[in-house]
């Protein structure tokens, strides 16, 4: 049993910051991946952070968003500062780990909104 909670997400005026917050917990034997997606309504899933064995950005938020782990806590954090009415989506976590009987799962959390609007 695995789960991923998103939190963090919320209406945010162009220009302001935002920092979302994934946790995982359950059966983890270790995460070599967490990430951020997110989804726009009537388009595709896209990547927008990832870190991992290195950390890559969408090039859409790079100089803008910083993704960030702790480690002993299975966390991920994305900090979003200047934030664009092109950034409003479904922000989804993502855990790629290994359990404790050795099997690797890739694990989603529910989503969290994010809104940038005046």
């Known amino acids: 049993q695995v789960q991923v909670v998103e939190s963090g997400g919320g209406l945010v005026q162009p220009g302001g910051s935002l920092r979302l917050s994934c946790v995982a917990s359950?059966?983890?034997?270790?995460?070599?991946?967490m990430g951020w997606y997110r989804q726009a309504p009537g388009k595709q899933r896209e990547l927008v952070a990832a870190?991992?064995?290195?950390?890559n950005y969408a090039d859409s938020v790079k100089g803008r968003f910083t993704i960030s782990r702790d480690n002993a806590k299975n966390t991920v954090y994305l900090q979003m500062n200047n934030l664009k009415p092109e950034d409003t989506a479904v922000y989804y976590c993502?855990?790629?780990?290994?359990?404790?009987?050795?099997?690797?799962?890739?694990?989603w959390g529910q989503g969290t909104q994010v809104t940038v609007s005046a």
């Open positions: 993502n855990a790629n780990l290994i359990t404790p009987n050795g099997a690797f799962g890739s694990y």
């Open positions: 870190s991992g064995a290195f950390i």
């Open positions: 359950g059966s983890i034997a270790s995460i070599k991946v």
